[in-house]
């Protein structure tokens, strides 16, 4: 039984797991976008989201743990100084998938990971008609009563 543990194994041993993330999150951090499988993809989220949150902390101990992992210090710079900055309004959500197809020689499910580019926060925000178009719309006619049937006795007027 696996209770309680996380992240995927990808068929790979540890320190070459490890290493290939740290490959990975640099790459996505330096260039802002990569092309990888969707279950890389999804793991790697993880990894960048955590060394961007890092970015928005500041502080020594968070370079630190940044470097531990970024080992590119160009890199953890603009982890820290540009892109904490870009993200500062922003309460997760860095990364986005989208996915581009299959690979020609096994059909592995391929995509694209990128940064997300606004760092407005805008996810709470809700879509949808503004409150000021409630007052400007036309009024509604007034139902008038459908005519009785003939059937009834009652006369209608």
Known sequence: MRHGVSGRKLN????????????????LLNHERIYTTVPK???MRR???????LGKHGGLHCRRQALAVIREKNVVYKVFE????RYENRAGGYTRIVKVGFRRGDASPMCMLELITEGGGEKGKKKGKKPGKKAEAAPAKAKSPKPKSKKTSEPTE
């Open 47 to 53: 990894w960048a989201e955590w060394m961007i949150t």
């Open 82 to 85: 540009e892109l904490a900055k």
């Open 41 to 43: 993809a999804k793991e």
């Open 12 to 27: 790979r041993t540890t320190s070459h797991r490890l290493a290939m993330f740290r490959n990975m999150v640099t790459s």
